[in-house]
Structure formats: structure tokens, C-alpha cells
T-cell receptor, first 111, second 110 residues
Framework: DQQVKQNSPSLSVQEGRISILNCDYT??????FLWYKKYPAEGPTFLIS?????DKNEDGRFTVFLNKSAKHLSLHIVPSQPGDSAVYFC??????????FGAGTRLTVKP | DADVTQTPRNRITKTGKRIMLECSQT?????MYWYRQDPGLGLQLIYY???????NKGEISDGYSVSRQAQAKFSLSLESAIPNQTALYFC?????????FGPGTRLTVL
């Protein structure tokens, strides 16, 4: 039962353009959402998060948008850089309960 | 020095063997987690611990056990390894919502 879904296993964009990574969830109890970035041979690292009381959170080139009615969130990276090439995981949690992760989207940014 | 360390980093074992994966952290966090990553499935939670006396099963705990020896140490055991437990295993810690991951252990069960 995948409560967090990332339906695009991969995404390729040109350097300087916008990357948009999408995530859908099914559990309406989720109230905190995170994006993690993972390079090969390393553990995931935290990138950006958003609480359910907000619909947007921005940190430099990274912006996360939350649409609660659609149970959808997205990560925008602009401008995209080759160093952004990695696997991006969407995650969601609800209070004390465990965190659920999506399957990941592999982003490739071409020079 | 890394805040979350895992040993071993790579392990090949045979079906039926008992194996232990170890995790240590220097972040002083109470919460620790074990995940496995399989292609196309993302990270699946095996067990999590909110403190030394509080251990909980995650999504896929069957075939695994854990021990929280101290606040800083959380080990994962496979009592009798089977080939479909071949995966990348991650340990993580957290204080609030953000989790900090170790570098992973690649386990192959032949």
C-alpha cells in the first residue's frame, strides 16, 4: 500500500531550465512533507520541507508547493544545475507515526 | 566525522545465515530508524525506535529484528537471511521531522 507515490521514475532537463518533480499522497492524516536528495553511494539528505498549514516554501533555487485538496506536492528547481542530478524522494509523516517515502525520481540535468 | 555511521558498508552472505547490521550516531537524537531500499519501491521502513525502551515495527518488519543497545546504537538483525532480503539498507536518526541518514549498507544474500 503505497501512501506516497512518485509516478515519474526519471526526468531529464537542460541546465538553466526548471525541473518540476511531482508527488501524490493518499493519507489525509499526513501533515508534514519533505524532499530528500540522494547521490549514488550516499544516504539521502534533507532538501526542503513544508507543513500542511502552508502551501509554499522556498529555499534558494528550491520551492515546494503543497495542494492539500489534490493531495499533491511538487518540487521546483530553478535554474537547474548539473550538480542537481540525483534521485529525489518525496516523504510524508503524521505526528508520531512513521514517515512514508515515495519510490523516487531520478533527475538528470544536462549541461 | 560522519554523524550517522553504518557497518559494514557491503556484505555478501548465504541463505540461512544470521547477519547483523550496525548503526551508530553522534547527533544525540532519540529517534532511530532502519529502512531498506529496493529499485522502484523507494525507502520502506523496517523498524523504528523513539527511545531505548520504545521499539516499533514498520511496514516490512517480517524476517527482521532490532536491538537498541543505547541511545547512540541501533542494530538490525536478519535471523535467517533469504535472497529477497538483498537490498540497500539505511539507518537514520531524527529529532523532529527531518531525518539524517547513514551512508547505507549493501547486502547481498546468495
Amino acid at each position: 500500500d503505497q501512501q506516497v507515490k512518485q509516478n515519474s521514475p526519471s526526468l531529464s532537463v537542460q541546465e538553466g531550465r526548471i525541473s518540476i518533480l511531482n508527488c501524490d499522497y493518499t493519507n489525509s492524516m499526513f501533515d508534514y512533507f519533505l524532499w530528500y536528495k540522494k547521490y549514488p553511494a550516499e544516504g539521502p539528505t534533507f532538501l526542503i520541507s513544508i507543513s500542511s498549514i502552508k502551501d509554499k516554501n522556498e529555499d534558494g533555487r528550491f520551492t515546494v508547493f503543497l495542494n492539500k485538496s489534490a493531495k499533491h506536492l511538487s518540487l521546483h528547481i530553478v535554474p537547474s544545475q548539473p550538480g542537481d542530478s540525483a534521485v529525489y524522494f518525496c516523504a510524508a509523516s503524521s505526528g508520531r507515526d512513521d514517515m512514508r517515502f515515495g519510490a523516487g525520481t531520478r533527475l538528470t540535468v544536462k549541461p | 566525522d560522519a554523524d550517522v555511521t553504518q557497518t559494514p558498508r557491503n556484505r555478501i552472505t548465504k541463505t540461512g545465515k544470521r547477519i547483523m547490521l550496525e548503526c551508530s550516531q553522534t547527533k544525540g537524537h532519540d529517534r532511530m530508524y532502519w529502512y531498506r531500499q529496493d529499485p522502484g519501491l523507494g525507502l520502506q521502513l523496517i523498524y523504528y525506535s523513539f527511545d531505548v525502551k520504545d521499539i516499533n515495527k514498520g511496514e516490512i518488519s517480517d524476517g527482521y529484528s532490532v536491538s537498541r543497545q543505547a541511545q547512540a546504537k541501533f542494530s538490525l538483525s536478519l535471523e535467517s537471511a533469504i535472497p529477497n532480503q538483498t537490498a540497500l539498507y539505511f539507518c537514520a536518526t531524527s529529532e523532529d521531522n527531518e531525518q539524517f541518514f547513514g551512508p547505507g549498507t549493501r547486502l547481498t544474500v546468495l
